[in-house]
């Protein structure tokens, strides 16, 4: 499965909805997940890849990890994943 | 001074998952105690306990919730459902922005610890789900109760070992008796049943290898249980004009510490607080025809325990009745009070007294009425619950018959 797909996995099982159902223009807040949901999707995300996702709620647009929309987030794990191998 | 009522009671335990079937159970003086069964139980010197069997709490919470409760949550909230069900309140307004829920709880997300330790220090992992502290807070319980049925005014959890539950009734009782809250949810949760939580208390030397004999010349120690109980406290006019079932009046409560030992308990400590609820309740030592014991089936407690209710009762400590329910449902530690008023509601309403079990062999020591291994029929108007707790810290709540 690719970084993309998986993501996306991830966060349509937060968002209790299909995968088909998350596109890559949605936000969180379109999905309706929650600032609860986002640290929980981290956390899967970083058992999913073994990376570590610098995300720090205190300041979420000051992390170099963007979160304003899924394509985003993917971007973000497909570098970390890359910068890993 | 408002009157305070109960007219709500709920309960997961050994011995049921409601309340009618922990009472049925004590009126059977069924055991609830058995064989350990959780994750590296073969590794312990102690393999016993009233564990809580059979729940799943697939269907009792959705998906993000069951994330978020720990045990002993899953157990406070099961148990607030069936009180506040029973109470018939829904809360709103003015209502709900008065109405509070004080718990008492010692270990709080003990489950919660146990695992995630062992993720960090056996597995070697350094990433532990996000909500390993929202889980193991001991306010999580409390809070969760509080989410659910929009409970909004005073709210908190009180930890005082194995007194916590009557601690925190005590204070929800002071609420609504002052006029501050005109309902008050209120009782005691723990979940304590998991490899680091009885391997620490194995560490003490107080457990029992084989059963709960509280006052039995032959007992060994205590026995872990897990579970909740939680009440509807409600003011006496309020539950009236609405026409609510009463189960019993809170009518008087004392707390007391010993100021002497971490462990050892004192007879003073206890007899000031047994007194003390009397004094408060305003009741003669005589009207008293029950007493929940503290009754851990330690050496040091029984005896104790005994000894004070002697000083406090003079010659009426001969004529009432005390027994240990821990017998059946194990210690419940934080939770075990709440658990244990429901003896004492039975008594007062329902005029049953709950047993001591595995009552073998006399003990001069402990030489009062225990209601050995069978219940008993008896109308009781007053009946105290006590509550003893490591750090000498005393709890005792005085219930009347309305």
């Known amino acids: 499965m690719s970084v993309k797909d998986k993501v996306i996995e991830i966060i349509a099982e937060q968002a209790v909805l299909e995968p088909s159902d998350v596109t890559l223009e949605s936000t969180l807040e379109d999905l309706g997940i929650d600032s609860l949901g986002l640290v929980e999707s981290i956390f899967a995300i970083e058992e999913a890849f073994d990376i570590t996702v610098p995300f720090n709620a205190n300041e979420p647009t000051e992390s170099d990890f963007d979160i304003s929309n899924v394509a985003s987030i993917i971007a973000g794990i497909e570098k970390l994943v890359s910068d890993q191998a | ?152 005014g005073p709210s908190f959890t009180v930890a005082t070992a194995c007194a916590s539950s009557n601690h925190a009734m005590s204070q929800a009782f002071q609420m609504v008796r002052s006029g501050m809250a005109p309902v008050m949810v209120t009782g005691g949760s723990e979940s304590m049943l998991c490899f680091g939580g009885v391997k620490a208390w194995e560490g003490l030397r107080v457990m029992s290898k084989d059963g709960c004999r509280p006052f039995s010349a032959n007992r060994n120690g205590m026995v872990q249980g897990e579970g909740a109980g939680m009440f509807v406290f409600e003011e006496y006019e309020h539950a009236k004009a609405r026409g609510a079932d009463i189960l019993a009046e809170v009518a008087g409560f004392a707390m007391s510490s010993d100021a002497s030992d971490i462990v050892m308990p ?11 609820a009397l004094q408060d309740a305003g009741i003669n030592r005589e009207d008293v025809g029950y007493i929940n014991a503290h009754g851990t089936g330690t050496a040091a407690n029984d005896k104790t325990e005994c ?96």
């Open chain 2, 1 to 152: 001074m408002k009157r305070v009522v109960i007219t709500g009671a709920g309960t997961i335990n050994a011995l049921g998952h409601n309340v009618a079937d922990t009472l049925s159970s004590m009126r059977e003086g069924k055991c609830g105690i058995g064989a350990l069964d959780f994750r590296d139980v073969d590794r312990l010197a102690i393999k016993i306990g009233g564990q809580v069997h059979g729940f799943e709490a697939e269907g009792l919470f959705n998906r993000q919730q069951m994330a978020l409760y720990d045990r002993f949550t899953q157990f406070a909230l099961v148990a607030a459902r069936e009180a506040v069900a029973q109470s018939g309140l829904t809360f709103s307004g003015e209502l709900a922005a008065k109405s509070g829920v004080v718990m008492g709880t010692s270990g709080g997300g003990m489950q919660t610890l146990d695992e995630n330790y062992r993720t960090v220090y056996e597995d070697g992992k350094n990433r532990v789900h996000p909500f390993v502290v929202p889980k193991l807070m001991n306010n999580a319980a409390a809070s969760h109760v509080s989410m659910e049925f929009n409970l909004k």
């Open chain 2, 266 to 276: 004192s007879k003073q400590g206890a007899a000031r607080a047994i007194a003390g």
């Open chain 2, 307 to 402: 000894s004070a209710v002697a000083d406090v009762f003079g010659p009426h400590a001969d004529n009432l009745m005390i027994s240990s329910t821990k017998s059946m449902h194990g210690h419940l530690i934080g939770g075990t009070g709440a658990v244990e008023l429901l003896a004492c509601i039975m008594a007062v309403k329902d005029g049953v007294i709950a047993p001591t079990i595995n009552y073998e062999e006399a003990d001069p020591e402990c030489a009062l009425d225990v209601v050995p291994n069978q219940a008993r029929e008896a109308k009781v108007d007053v009946a105290l619950s006590n509550a003893f707790a490591f750090g000498g810290l005393n709890a005792v709540l005085a219930l009347r018959a309305v």
